[in-house]
């Protein structure tokens, strides 16, 4: 492809307009992913609870905005202001839970529409990563690790509040917590947040902007289709498991572990021959 045309599509990428497609596929995937997680007895959930159906599924849909303005002093409930977003999301989560036959939810699902909802969602997503960023920057211009904070909550600000998320719906699940096991979502939004900083704030990174920021929606859209249709879940994990073994005690653990049979072999022996 020509360079100058590949920059060209760069452009018209990083300026598409969210609302209201985008905001439709972002609210869908969340509305499933509340269904899905609610399991056999979703619909029976949904009819019975429909308040903490809906509160959850908004949770999930606006958790980026209201974790991040939270922890910037701003009003968590801010991102409910936007009252058209916020019709959208009812409508969908209306949508995926009552619609006659379950016709919404079926829909949903349906593997070509599902891909090209997915792929919208990680453009959304690489939005709301790079506007989290440039929000903190503004905010703290020389704290780098606030913008990758608020540029990963931002991105997937769901994983952060699924424990609070599932308390509404009445389900503990201490063990939930996306600090313990982060996502492949959680992880890509740290590593798209570090090179928006590194392109904001310092010259390591002599692409322009837009080529920078298109190139993370390749990353993003690359890795979700890769997902749904190869199964490669998590592609960090062989370089996390790596860099475990040779930073984080993984080949002296291993080391120890051999040492100690060795010295119990021995021991048996001696005492083997003692008898």
Not at 10 to 21: D, G, T
Not at 164 to 177: D, F, H, N
């Amino acid at each position: 492809m020509d360079p100058e045309a590949f920059l060209d599509m760069a452009n018209q990428v990083i300026k598409l307009k969210m609302f209201p497609y985008f905001d439709i596929a972002h609210s869908l995937l969340c509305a499933i992913a509340v269904r899905e997680d609610l399991g056999a007895g979703a619909q029976g959930f949904s009819r019975k609870h429909p308040l903490a159906c809906w509160l959850s599924t908004m949770l999930m849909i606006f958790s980026g905005g209201m974790v991040a303005n939270g922890l910037l002093g701003e009003p968590i409930l801010a991102p409910l202001k936007n009252t058209p977003q916020l019709l959208v999301g009812t409508i969908v989560w209306y949508v995926v839970f009552y619609t006659p036959f379950d016709i919404g939810y079926k829909v949903g699902k349906f593997l070509p529409f599902k891909i090209a909802a997915s792929a919208m969602k990680e453009i959304y997503r690489c939005k709301k990563i790079h506007d989290g960023v440039t929000h903190a920057a503004k905010l703290y211009p020389n704290a780098y690790i606030i913008m990758i904070i608020i540029g990963t909550l931002k991105g997937n600000g769901a994983g952060f509040t699924k424990l609070l998320e599932r308390l509404i719906r009445g389900a503990w699940t201490p063990t939930a917590m996306e600090f313990m096991q982060p996502s492949f979502y959680t992880k890509a939004s740290v590593v798209a947040s570090i090179i928006f900083v590194l392109d904001k704030k310092t010259d390591l990174i002599s692409a322009p902007h837009a080529l920078v920021y298109f190139g993370i929606v390749i990353f993003l859209v690359y890795f979700k289709l890769s997902s749904i249709l190869l199964g490669i879940h998590d592609p960090f994990v062989p370089f996390e498991n790596l860099f475990c073994a040779l930073f984080l005690g993984g080949i002296w653990d291993s080391l120890a572990k051999l040492l100690g049979r060795g010295q119990a072999k021995e021991e048996t022996k001696d005492v083997k021959k003692t008898n």
